[in-house]
């Protein structure tokens, strides 16, 4: 079952986060994203975060998750627990890059913990795509002429194979400490990735060149 995260981001679209939700099953905020829900007229089913991002008032007809401010985790990782507990294994992340470094990191770091947990999720914003892969083949469709990068992730080096790509390559081996994979072009409305070993990030840029 599908969930759709509202986090907190502070270059949130909300344009675009509106058109993402229109027609989602189970609509979460984390703490902020509850302010970005209500701009968008969207009404999320829960609401999760120690509100230290949004002081505003809380709908009495929502279920709300209040946390305490000292904590380990993030409230964007607390909402993906929850909703694992109830079932949910596929995500759509919005409003989860820009701004803050290392929240942005943090929250890039949630795909691979889904993965973990056997789910699966993407982060989406106006301006890209981003989705942990492990060892596996992917196949992607229709972003021809968009702009992808593949990054290794929690690994220090993963082996890749592109069909479909400007810069095709067969067991090409990038690591963490050379920007090899940045800034290759689907060239096919159907472009094949395969990870040959290690872990993953893919980040699809949405313009097309």
Same mark, same amino acid.
């Given at each position: 079952?599908?969930?759709?995260?509202?986090?907190?981001?502070?270059?949130?679209?909300?344009?675009?986060?509106?058109?993402?939700?229109?027609?989602?099953?189970?609509?979460?905020?984390?703490?902020?994203?509850?302010?970005?829900?209500?701009?968008?007229?969207?009404?999320?089913?829960?609401?999760?975060?120690?509100?230290?991002?949004?002081?505003?008032?809380?709908?009495?007809?929502?279920?709300?998750?209040?946390?305490?401010?000292?904590?380990?985790?993030?409230?964007?990782?607390?909402?993906?627990?929850?909703?694992?507990?109830?079932?949910?294994?596929?995500?759509?992340?919005?409003?989860?890059?820009?701004?803050?470094?290392?929240?942005?990191? @943090?929250?890039?770091?949630? $795909?691979?913990?889904?993965?973990?947990? &056997?789910? /699966?999720? #993407?982060?989406? !914003? =106006?301006?890209?795509?981003?989705?942990?892969?492990?060892?596996?083949?992917?196949?992607?469709?229709?972003?021809?002429?968009?702009?992808?990068?593949?990054?290794?992730?929690?690994?220090?080096?993963?082996?890749?194979?592109?069909?479909?790509?400007?810069?095709? @390559?067969?067991?090409?081996? $990038?690591?963490?400490?050379?920007?090899? &994979?940045? /800034?290759? #072009?689907?060239? !096919? =409305?159907?472009?094949?990735?395969?990870?040959?070993?290690?872990?993953?990030?893919?980040?699809?840029?949405?313009?097309?060149?």
């Amino acid at each position: 079952m599908r969930c759709t995260i509202i986090a907190g981001s502070p270059e949130a679209d909300i344009d675009f986060i509106s058109e993402q939700v229109k027609d989602c099953n189970y609509l979460i905020c984390a703490d902020k994203g509850y302010e970005y829900a209500k701009k968008a007229g969207a009404k999320p089913n829960l609401i999760v975060g120690d509100f230290d991002s949004y002081s505003g008032n809380l709908p009495d007809d929502c279920e709300v998750i209040k946390l305490n401010s000292h904590k380990d985790d993030t409230d964007l990782l607390h909402c993906i627990e929850v909703a694992l507990s109830r079932g949910y294994d596929d995500f759509v992340i919005l409003a989860a890059t820009g701004g803050r470094f290392d929240h942005t990191f @943090a929250n890039i770091s949630v $795909l691979m913990y889904l993965d973990k947990k &056997g789910a /699966s999720g #993407i982060i989406v !914003s =106006d301006k890209e795509i981003i989705r942990f892969l492990k060892m596996g083949e992917y196949n992607f469709d229709g972003n021809k002429g968009k702009t992808f990068s593949v990054f290794p992730f929690a690994c220090d080096s993963v082996n890749v194979s592109y069909i479909g790509a400007e810069y095709s @390559a067969e067991n090409l081996i $990038l690591t963490a400490e050379e920007a090899m &994979g940045i /800034s290759n #072009i689907f060239i !096919s =409305d159907r472009a094949n990735v395969k990870i040959n070993y290690g872990n993953a990030i893919i980040i699809i840029n949405q313009f097309i060149n």
